[in-house]
């Protein structure tokens, strides 16, 4: 896998996640559903944006036992989606569970990739509401390490952390990046974020971009410019 772009389709229902996906004919970018709109149109939703051709990242994020984790990864294997994830903080026996249940019956299953801490917890949070006492960096590492050491495909994290990811688990395993803005764009709600040629220079293997393409007055030529920043 090359490096992508992946837009995160953060619409409320497929009407509108179609209509976008419409201003981009003949291309077929990379799309990330997440909650939102899976809760809101179901497997559907999925399946009519993979009819079309696109890769998708269904970006749901479980965390529960290993064996209702596996079997729910069974039934997202068989929508046939390119990459699906889960918290590290399940533990390395769910992350092993979510890969068998990955596995359909011919060896091929989605990438699988985890989330070690949500960009939304800082340290404070870290210490007071989760009793975990080091320092946030050394836990996103180790959470990275653990989803190595369980046979995971690599991780959800900032671009900042990517480099040292890639240190610590590996030139293969793969960094999935949110938190891009262009330079001259509006940051929203991202506090820490870089731009897409900085994440190029970093290692991230995947930018996932959200509102810098949807909200965009093009939003064709603002992704056309993240490919140009970010793959070259
Ligand atoms: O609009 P924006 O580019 O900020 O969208 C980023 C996308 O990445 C959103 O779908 C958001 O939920 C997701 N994300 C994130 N930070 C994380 C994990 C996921 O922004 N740590």
Redesign the pocket.
């Known amino acids: 896998m090359g490096k992508d772009v992946i837009i995160?389709c953060?619409f409320p229902s497929a009407e509108q996640t179609l209509a976008f996906l419409d201003r981009f004919p003949g291309k077929k970018p990379f799309v990330?559903i997440?909650m939102e709109l899976f809760y809101g149109e179901g497997p559907a939703i999925v399946r009519q944006i993979k009819a079309r051709g696109h890769r998708i990242f269904l970006?749901l994020k479980l965390h529960d036992i290993p064996n209702t984790v596996k079997k729910a990864m069974a039934v997202l294997s068989g929508l046939d989606v390119d990459v699906c994830n889960l918290h590290a903080a399940g533990g390395a026996e769910m992350m092993r569970a979510a890969l068998e249940g990955l596995t359909r019956t011919d060896g091929t299953r989605p990438l699988l990739i985890a989330?070690t801490q949500?960009?939304?917890t800082n340290q404070e949070t870290l210490e007071r509401e989760l009793l975990i006492r080091e320092p946030i960096a050394e836990v996103v590492m180790s959470y990275a390490e653990n989803a190595k050491r369980a046979g995971l495909d690599g991780v959800?994290c900032?671009p900042l952390e990517a480099g040292k990811v890639h240190q610590r688990c590996g030139e293969d395993f793969l960094t999935v990046t949110?938190?891009?803005r262009f330079a001259d764009g509006d940051r929203?709600?991202?506090k820490r974020v870089m731009t897409p040629a900085q994440a190029r220079e970093i290692g991230s293997d995947y930018i996932?971009?959200?509102?810098?393409i949807?909200a965009a007055a093009d939003p064709v030529a603002a992704y056309e410019r993240c490919c140009k920043e970010f793959i070259g």
């Open positions: 995160a953060d990330k997440g970006d989330v949500l960009t939304s959800v900032s949110p938190g891009v929203g709600d991202q996932v971009v959200g509102r810098p949807t």
